[in-house]
Nanobody, 113 residues
Framework: QVQVVESGGGSVQAGGSLRLSCVTS????????MGWYRQATGKQRDAVAV?????NTNYADSVKGRFTISRDKNTVYLQMITLKPEDTAVYYC?????????WGQGTQVTVSS
């Protein structure tokens, strides 16, 4: 069993920064994909950034140049700068392990104009 816990959300003004953290625990194999997803009110959940166990990253076009995903052992981070009101959403951490997917409970990010 794998546990996923996010933290670091909050409320900021446009142009501000936040860093989200996601701590995983349990049996994590050497090959995995971890990522951040977000879901705004009334919208579907979309991928924001992913990182593989090899360190390869991929970003949604809307966050390229503003968000950076990184990892350190069992923790994955999402550094967000130049935040915009449209970044407002619940941010979820996800880990994919050999066909199994685990989600965190989500953390709210609110960006005011």
């Amino acid at each position: 069993q794998v546990q996923v816990v996010e933290s670091g959300g909050g409320s900021v003004q446009a142009g501000g920064s936040l860093r989200l953290s996601c701590v995983t625990s349990g049996t994590i194999p050497s090959v995995y994909v971890m990522g951040w997803y977000r879901q705004a009110t009334g919208k579907q959940r979309d991928a924001v950034a992913v990182i593989t166990s090899r360190g390869n990253t991929n970003y949604a076009d809307s966050v390229k140049g503003r968000f950076t995903i990184s990892r350190d052992k069992n923790t994955v981070y999402l550094q967000m700068i130049t935040l915009k009101p449209e970044d407002t959403a619940v941010y979820y951490c996800r880990i994919d392990i050999t066909g199994r997917t685990y989600w965190g409970q989500g953390t709210q990010v609110t960006v005011s104009s």
